[in-house]
């Protein structure tokens, strides 16, 4: 018997009013995602990625279709959802640690064993030290991580990413790669990741969705299946798959390459 998915997109449209008339961003997108996947969005440039990432977080209601999390419809923005957008927005005023609870306080959910679970994160990644410290004084992959551990403080279901690593240079955003993909697969976390980065999205996916020109509809689904020595983003890159998974998606993303 096939698992449930834990997320269920049904049939999503999304078509915009402007000036110019009507503008048709998603059409009859519909995916199944389960417990324990980490699923890429790739397309080309304006096909709606980070617009199925809002609907799948409750943050815009589409024109057509719905998103059930564990079976219950999305109506708005929920608990059940951690959501990263492409800068950290760490608050520079508040420390690391007034950062990392600001969720649990929005949501009144500061308790003594929601502090220790912190606690444990900060420790866990190499931030506990810098608890007292404010975001300007840690380096830009310290401050996706404290941003990631914010989303994880509130326990949510799924996670969404969208270019949540774009902000960073290349060198940094590879040794971050590896590092919030660490803390996905220890915290057993559902995520979906928005990327205009292919190579990004072969190291880190179990499948990658590939949507075409807007209005964006899905065109493939890749099953990404890399043999490395070490299960992480960087190590996969030298994984002899790797360049015949990119260049299969890249030839489908642009149209123009023969």
Request: charge should be positive.
């Amino acid at each position: 018997m096939n698992p449930k998915p834990l997320v269920e997109v049904k049939d999503i449209s999304m078509r915009y009013h402007s000036p110019q008339g009507e503008v048709n961003a998603l059409k009859n997108i519909s995916l199944d995602i389960y417990k324990g996947e980490f699923i890429s969005i790739v397309g080309p440039s304006g096909c709606g990625k980070s617009t199925l990432l809002n609907i799948m977080a409750g943050l815009i209601t589409p024109s057509q279709g719905n998103v059930l999390i564990e079976g219950a419809k999305i109506s708005g923005p929920t608990t059940a959802v951690g959501y990263m957008p492409q800068s950290d927005q760490l608050f520079p005023w508040r420390t690391i640690w007034q950062n990392a609870m600001l969720g649990l306080e929005i949501q009144g959910k500061k308790t003594l064993e929601a502090q220790e679970y912190v606690a444990q994160l900060l420790k866990n990644y190499g931030l506990y030290e810098f608890k007292n410290s404010y975001p300007s004084q840690l380096s830009g992959g310290m401050r996706q991580r404290a941003a990631l551990i914010r989303t994880l403080a509130i326990n949510p279901s799924i996670l969404l990413l969208d270019e949540a690593f774009s902000a960073l240079d290349y060198q940094t955003r590879l040794v971050v790669t590896d590092e919030v993909k660490q803390i996905i697969t220890e915290n057993k976390k559902t995520t979906v990741l928005v990327t205009h980065d292919i190579s990004e999205a072969i190291s880190m996916s179990d499948r990658i969705i590939l949507l075409t020109n807007r209005p964006g509809s899905v065109k493939n689904i890749y099953t990404i299946e890399l043999t490395c020595s070490t299960k992480t983003p960087l190590k996969c890159r030298e994984a002899p798959e790797f360049s015949k998974h990119f260049n299969t998606i890249w030839k489908e993303l642009d149209v123009n390459v023969k």
